[in-house]
């Protein structure tokens, strides 16, 4: 059985604040994600053509558009996520190694959290990006996230800020569970029976083997909740947009922005945890120095 060994806790936001980092980075091709999976129809819509597209008609800092919503919801959904991850991974496990089953329930627990946590500034990412794509008369125009975040108060109601919360807990669950589980495996096999060592190229390979895990696996509830947040139907049901995408654009509708999901997750979870593992290896380089530093006064104070 894989096991994954228990390490040092380190502070609850260094997830967060990773995954701005890689946001900052890979914001474009999220754009770009969202606005394939809210085309309808059968027509085909590359990546590079739809963000040459962007670029082309709105500009090219339109692939931009959305940035500060982006970093509102890692800064509470991915925050809340990993350092819950993190947390209850410390206090689940009893020995010093944890196993497949523990970090499910761990993942599961943090990514419903997370996705509950993070689902009003998730709706307002969605509708920024997508804004471009509706008719001049209907867009949004949300100057940033904290506008838009009023306005949608003001105007929608507050219930308007948990639109999609169903598909998007489950999505976040999924995400944590085949992110963050699948890395602490893939890390430990890689570790176990490979000849890399513990540093950035393990932590590379890792990560680039979580990345194209979750992106499988996310993407028919990414393309579902995407269609309900950026919808103005108020009544929408995940099973509703299910069965109506299924009869008219057939089961490669669940798929649609694979590529541009791929390319953006796959190195937003590189730099995510690369950057987060470096966050964890200079905590601990600081706490060890620091131990060191209270010996070494605590000895010079004895002998005097």
Excluded at 268 to 273: L, R
Aim: hydrophobic content about 40%; overall charge positive; proline content about 3%.
């Amino acid at each position: 059985m894989t096991t994954v060994t228990k390490k040092r806790s380190t502070p609850f936001y260094f997830g967060g604040a990773a995954s701005c980092v890689a946001t900052v980075i890979v914001h474009p091709f999220d754009l770009t994600k969202v606005r394939l999976q809210n085309m309808k129809g059968q027509a085909q819509h590359g990546m590079v053509s739809t963000m040459l597209n962007i670029a082309r008609k709105e500009g090219f800092f339109r692939l931009y558009a959305g940035l500060s919503a982006s970093l509102l919801r890692q800064a509470t959904y991915s925050t809340v996520r990993f350092g819950a991850y993190d947390k209850l991974k410390q206090n689940m496990v009893t020995d010093s190694k944890s196993n497949i089953l523990q970090l499910l329930v761990c993942s599961s627990t943090a990514g419903a959290l997370g996705g509950a946590s993070g689902n009003p500034a998730d709706v307002l990412n969605v509708r920024m990006q997508s804004d471009g794509q509706l008719p001049v008369h209907q867009r949004r125009n949300y100057k940033n996230a904290i506008d838009g975040l009023v306005r949608m108060t003001k105007e929608e109601g507050p219930k308007s800020l948990f639109r999609g919360i169903g598909p998007n807990v489950n999505r976040a669950i999924l995400m944590t569970s085949s992110q963050c589980v699948t890395y602490d495996i893939f890390k430990d096999l890689l570790l176990t029976y490979s000849p890399l060592s513990d540093g950035l190229v393990l932590h590379f390979a890792s990560s680039l083997l979580a990345g194209l895990v979750a992106t499988s696996v996310c993407s028919p509830v990414d393309v579902i909740k995407t269609r309900i947040m950026g919808s103005k139907e108020v009544n929408m049901s995940a099973f509703s947009i299910m069965k109506q995408m299924y009869k008219v654009e057939g089961i490669t509708s669940f798929f649609k922005g694979w590529t541009p999901a791929f390319i953006r997750l796959g190195p937003q979870t590189i730099i995510t945890f690369v950057v987060l593992e470096q966050f964890k290896k200079w905590h601990a380089a600081w706490h060890d120095d620091d131990r060191q530093r209270l010996t070494a006064t605590a000895t010079a104070t004895t002998k005097l």
